[in-house]
C-alpha cells in the first residue's frame, strides 16, 4: 500500500476531495515525524508503537575484503506491533 493508495481509500470512503484526503495525510505522517523528532514515541492504540533508539557506534567488516571499518552512531526506528494487531493478523 503506497501513500497514494491511502489517499485514495479516505477519499472513497470519507467523501472528502482528492486533494483534501491528500492534506489529511500529509498532516498526519508530518505530525507523527515531528513526533518522532522531538524524541517522542507514537503510540497508535490497536495498532502499535514507533520509537526511535540510538545506536551507538560499533566495529563492523566488510564483508568483500574482510576489513574492519568503524560504523558511526545513528537512530533507528523501531516498531513494536499491538497484541490488537498481531492477533489480527494470526486469526
Given at each position: 500500500?503506497?501513500?497514494?493508495?491511502?489517499?485514495?481509500?479516505?477519499?472513497?470512503?470519507?467523501?472528502?476531495?482528492?486533494?483534501?484526503?491528500?492534506?489529511?495525510?500529509?498532516?498526519?505522517?508530518?505530525?507523527?515525524?515531528?513526533?518522532l523528532e522531538n524524541g517522542e514515541k507514537v503510540k497508535i492504540s490497536g495498532f502499535g508503537n514507533f520509537v526511535v533508539r540510538a545506536k551507538n557506534s560499533r566495529k563492523g567488516r566488510n564483508p568483500q575484503t574482510g576489513d574492519e571499518i568503524?560504523?558511526?552512531?545513528?537512530?533507528?526506528?523501531?516498531?513494536?506491533?499491538?497484541?490488537?494487531?498481531?492477533n489480527y493478523l494470526n486469526s
Open positions: 500500500m503506497t501513500k497514494a493508495d491511502i489517499v485514495e481509500s479516505i477519499y472513497q470512503k470519507v467523501g472528502f476531495s482528492k486533494k483534501e484526503s491528500a492534506e489529511i495525510v500529509e498532516l498526519v505522517f508530518d505530525l507523527i515525524k515531528t513526533t568503524k560504523l558511526g552512531a545513528r537512530k533507528v526506528l523501531t516498531f513494536k506491533a499491538s497484541q490488537v494487531l498481531k
